[in-house]
């Protein structure tokens, strides 16, 4: 037993030498190589948002004083304070926590209620048979390449015939309808087996049922594709809040940075500290829900 647990462990030990020998050093060298590239474009790329947040912690004079030539100091505060973050929370006439809100409020509502609209919609049109229904969905999906200073306009009026100007709706009811968002739920529903409705409505469910009880549990990731998309699009949405909706009251929080870079002055400092609040919310969720975007885009794409 001795003997043959000794010619095992040579035998183990052989094999971790034989395989360390054979390791190719060019093949290192590539790969590492390559990973240096890699860092190298991601720290290139991140440097903005170090600045941002270097900045955000500076008073208006420090920032300048650092900004050339680069040293170190570009990026790092020498004072680190947060008196830009208070001047926001004192901010008048409104405090800067009052647009966090109201961009908060409209990009949720706006994401609960395209998810709902646009789940319904691409569940028709992936599952229900009615005559034209190709072409129509061909023509929703043209909708997407009209730029959106061709319906700017067209939308301004109607907000003001409506009564609408400086209001939520004005903010949330043109958005909820989205050709992406019911393309990409379509495709998904396309993939899932039409077995699992036939023995769901074969037990008694009717359609409705069917969609909400085992559609759409099932399109978990595609809805959270569609949702990071969508709350993203209405939480930096710029130039139709300004327009619609200029009044500190019902104001969104791009506005609102936007209003620091006035005739007079332009805080950086409060542009900066504003753009790091503006950044962590869009931040956390992609960080939490990232696994299952990709796997909705993906899964989404294939179809």
Not at 86 to 98: E, G, K, S, V
Not at 101 to 106: E, M, P
Not at 203 to 232: E, K
Request: proline share 7%.
């Amino acid at each position: 037993m001795a003997t043959t647990t000794e010619i095992g462990g040579r035998s183990r030990l052989g094999a971790a030498g034989r395989a360390s020998a054979g390791v190719n050093p060019g093949a290192l060298a590539r790969r590492t190589a390559r990973y240096g590239a890699m860092l190298l474009v991601a720290t290139f790329f991140l440097l903005p948002y170090v600045w941002m947040v270097s900045g955000s912690l500076r008073t208006q004079a420090e920032i300048f004083e650092n900004i050339y030539p680069l040293t170190p100091w570009t990026f790092l505060p020498k004072e680190p304070t947060l008196e830009n973050f208070r001047a926001l929370l004192n901010l008048q006439p409104l405090p800067f926590t009052h647009y966090v809100f109201n961009s908060l409020f409209v990009a949720v509502t706006v994401t609960a209620c395209s998810l709902v609209l646009n789940s319904f919609a691409a569940y028709a049109f992936a599952r229900i048979a009615f005559p034209g229904r190709d072409v129509l969905f061909v023509l929703f999906l043209s909708t997407m390449i009209i730029p959106f200073e061709v319906l700017a306009i067209p939308l301004y009026l109607e907000m003001r015939a409506l009564g609408w100007i400086d209001t939520y709706q004005a903010l949330i009811v043109p958005f909820v309808a989205s050709p992406l968002g019911m393309f990409l739920l379509r495709q998904f529903f396309l993939g899932l087996p039409r077995e699992l409705e036939e023995a769901a409505r074969m037990d008694g469910c009717s359609m409705f049922t069917a969609f909400w009880r085992i559609v759409l549990p099932n399109a978990v990731p595609a809805l959270i594709a569609f949702g990071v998309i969508r709350f993203q699009f209405s939480w930096d949405a710029f130039v139709w809040p300004l327009i619609v909706a200029p009044s500190p009251p019902v104001r969104v929080i791009q506005v609102a940075i936007a209003s620091f870079d006035t005739d007079i002055q332009i805080q950086w400092n409060l542009i900066l500290a504003a753009a790091v609040l503006a950044s962590l919310p869009v931040i956390l969720i992609f960080a939490f829900l990232q696994r299952y975007y990709v796997q909705g885009m993906a899964t989404s794409g294939l179809k």
